[in-house]
């Protein structure tokens, strides 16, 4: 059974950084891609940033592109999410999620099949 535990979450003032990780267990495969969605409160789960364990291929949703690097740990089964300049607007609950082979990295949610508890990010102005 595949487990996503997140962490990293926070409080932080605007303009600051975060780095949220995402530690994978129980893979049966290593082959698949790996994304960070967010949810706010009263609003739908955007995906934020993606990224291939095959080539590295990532992809960023344009509010975050610039300010947000996803990169990833093969060897740990990690991935991460690097948080720059961080606004307001960041605030949200931030989910770790898998879908399975190396298809090009989209942040549509309904391809992710396995997903974390979440973690919190709170910035403030």
């Known amino acids: 059974q595949v487990q996503l535990v997140e962490s990293g979450g926070g409080s932080v003032q605007a303009g600051g950084s975060l780095r949220l990780s995402c530690a994978a267990s129980?893979?049966?495969?290593?082959?698949?891609?790996m994304a960070w969605f967010r949810q706010a409160p009263g609003k739908e789960r955007e995906g934020v940033a993606g990224?291939?364990?095959?080539?590295?291929?990532?992809g960023y949703a344009g509010s975050v592109r610039g300010r947000f690097t996803i990169s990833q740990d093969n060897a740990k089964s990690t991935v991460y999410l690097q948080m720059n300049n961080l606004r307001p607007e960041d605030t949200a609950m931030y989910y770790c999620?898998?879908?399975?082979?190396?298809?090009?990295?989209?942040?549509?949610?309904?391809?992710?099949?396995?997903w974390g508890q979440g973690t919190q990010v709170t910035v403030s102005s």
């Open positions: 999620a898998t879908s399975p082979g190396c298809g090009q990295v989209r942040l549509l949610s309904l391809e992710y099949t396995n």
């Open positions: 129980g893979l049966t495969s290593s082959n698949l891609r």
């Open positions: 990224i291939s364990t095959c080539g590295g291929t990532t």
